[in-house]
């Protein structure tokens, strides 16, 4: 048994694939049309994962005012994506220069390097590497 995916709502499909595969390096696992919303709207089952993962996120475009409210506060204000990686310097170096928005510098913590970040839809996100 493992989780396969989390719902990640997005304002716009294209933006987020842009953004989780061209600067976090996601790999876009499937972009096709599924079936429409209950209103009669197209809409897209777009996967995206970090390479070699087993999980992913369903980028899931917001249908409607009551979704759109949940673009950027997927976890309420709190952090809600943790994203290890093995060379933090690098990875952090690569996100800075592309423009993402970080929250503070990085610190060391017991469990490793963190910094937190935000993603193109302004959910917050640890960026994790080893101390």
């Not at 897209?44 to 249908?63: E, F, K």
């Amino acid at each position: 048994m493992h989780l396969e995916l989390a719902a990640l709502v997005v304002e716009d499909y294209d933006r987020a694939i842009e953004f989780f595969t061209g600067v976090l390096d996601f790999d876009l696992v499937e972009d096709s049309p599924a079936v429409t919303t209950s209103g009669g709207r197209p809409k897209r089952w777009v996967v995206v994962r970090p390479p070699g993962a087993q999980t992913g996120l369903l980028l899931a475009q917001a249908d409607g005012p009551e979704q759109r409210t949940a673009v950027g506060h997927q976890a309420a204000g709190r952090v809600g994506f943790f994203l290890r990686v093995d060379d933090f310097g690098t990875t952090y170096g690569k996100l800075a220069a592309a423009g993402v928005e970080f929250e503070t510098e990085p610190r060391t913590e017991p469990y490793g390097r963190v910094v937190v970040f935000h993603d193109i839809a302004g959910n917050r996100w640890d960026l994790l590497g080893p101390a």
